[in-house]
């Protein structure tokens, strides 16, 4: 008992002296103890754990790399954060990172279109609540089919409006409708009208680069991945990016044989910011390939990635 209640006072002295800002005279008076026994406190809290510090350090960027970026693919903004002391470090200062850079140009945005995947439902965590309700979030390509998990189309653009008191519009379509009818038909469906008509609006969106492996992990899309993406060399794909394969150039490989669901490449390409975010060295090559191709004004990285892409440069 007499334990519990010197943890509970201590618990007190630390509350009184972080937060509400108490100096330790005043506080040595409200408790009736030395100034030094409340200094003692004060370790002993930090001590135990009853207390913990955390600071919240500017993340550090690599101006160099990011100048030399923005001349070579005529960038609005490269954003190479220097390398971390650990892989999970370095993820998690990029994520932290975007999300404060997707967050303040949301200020200056009107219709924002969210991509679909693990790195995009972490920077949409890492959002700060704020009421910004004369926005919209949209979906720009149809469902993933990912309708257990949270890294769904659907649930990430409600997850980010949600942040914000904004509204959103979904696609309840597939990412991918092979028939050529269907998908022209759909499109002109009252009910994703207004989905199609907001998308054509938008003034920023954000998405990860992947890979072909992003196709290859949904079993629908796996298996039937030649009648999706047409007669190309699984060699030939540098990366996928807004649903679609892309080689080291840029050069989109399926124009003749675009099956996806969702924004025209000609819309999305309209959009004055797109940002991508880029968390793994093995990317560079898709990272490369959007780069040369015009297909993203903005990008988010570090250093390993960057290095990569340079190595990419001079091997083709």
């Not at 509350?15 to 005279?25: C, F, H, N, P, W």
Request: proline content about 3%; hydrophobic content about 40%.
């Amino acid at each position: 008992m007499d334990n519990m209640k010197s943890r509970e006072q201590l618990a007190n002295i630390a509350r009184d002296y972080y937060l509400s800002k108490l100096t330790i005279s005043q506080i040595s008076k409200k408790y009736n103890l030395s100034r030094y026994l409340i200094t003692k406190a004060l370790d002993d809290a930090l001590t135990n754990g009853l207390v913990k510090i955390s600071i919240n350090a500017p993340i550090d960027r690599n101006m160099e790399m990011e100048a030399r970026f923005k001349k070579q693919f005529d960038l609005q903004n490269a954003f190479i954060l220097k390398d971390a002391d650990n892989t999970n470090e370095d993820y998690e200062n990029i994520v932290e990172f975007a999300a404060e850079e997707i967050q303040d140009m949301l200020h200056r945005s009107s219709v924002i279109g969210v991509g679909w995947g693990g790195t995009v439902a972490n920077v949409i965590n890492h959002f700060q609540s704020e009421i910004l309700d004369d926005i919209v979030f949209t979906q720009f390509m149809g469902d993933n089919l990912k309708y257990n998990s949270t890294l769904g189309a659907t649930p990430l653009v409600q997850k980010a409006a949600t942040k914000f008191g904004a509204s959103f519009r979904t696609i309840p379509a597939p990412l991918y409708i092979l028939n050529d009818s269907t998908r022209a038909a759909l499109q002109d469906e009252p009910a994703l009208i207004s989905a199609f008509t907001t998308m054509a609006k938008m003034d920023l969106l954000f998405a990860g680069i992947g890979t072909l492996a992003s196709v290859d992990s949904i079993p629908l899309w796996r298996n039937h991945r030649s009648e999706i993406l047409g007669d190309i060399e699984p060699d030939d794909v540098a990366g996928m990016l807004y649903g679609r394969p892309y080689d080291i150039n840029g050069r989109i490989l399926n124009t003749d044989h675009d099956k996806l669901f969702g924004a025209s490449l000609d819309v999305i390409l309209t959009v004055p910011h797109r940002l991508a975010i880029v968390k793994s060295k093995f990317k560079g090559r898709a990272l490369l390939g959007a780069l040369r191709g015009g297909l993203v004004t903005d990008f988010v990285t570090n250093e390993s990635v960057a290095n990569r892409v340079l190595l990419e440069m001079d091997r083709s």
